[in-house]
């Protein structure tokens, strides 16, 4: 089992750009996929972005070549960047490693709004 802990949320106006973190208490080496998940109110939990450890991502189509996820093995931390923000994307973002049935994050806000 890991803790992960998100950071970085917070206001931003449309257009804008946040970085989030994700940091784990112990290594991440040996976890193959990490991820970012969303859940807007009233809305089922999905997934935003994955990243496998040989450095292989997908993306959820709504934010594909706006975010990218990146991964820091050395540094137990895992990223997204998200930039051209738009009010869909105001949600509670988690940390998720080794796919859903795994490990989780309390989980960033992130509001979109002008």
């Known amino acids: 089992q890991v803790q992960l802990v998100e950071s970085g949320g917070g206001l931003v106006q449309p257009g804008g750009s946040l970085r989030l973190s994700c940091a784990a208490s112990r290594s991440i080496f040996s976890i193959n996929a990490m991820a970012w998940y969303r859940q807007a109110p009233g809305k089922q939990r999905e997934l935003v972005a994955r990243?496998?450890?040989?450095?292989?991502?997908i993306y959820a189509d709504s934010v594909k070549g706006r975010f990218t996820i990146s991964r820091d093995n050395t540094k137990n931390t895992v990223y997204l960047q998200m930039n051209s923000l738009k009010p869909e994307d105001t949600a509670v973002y988690y940390c998720n490693a080794g796919y859903s049935s795994g490990s989780w994050g309390q989980g960033t806000q992130v509001t979109v709004s002008s």
């Open positions: 990243i496998f450890s040989g450095g292989t991502t």
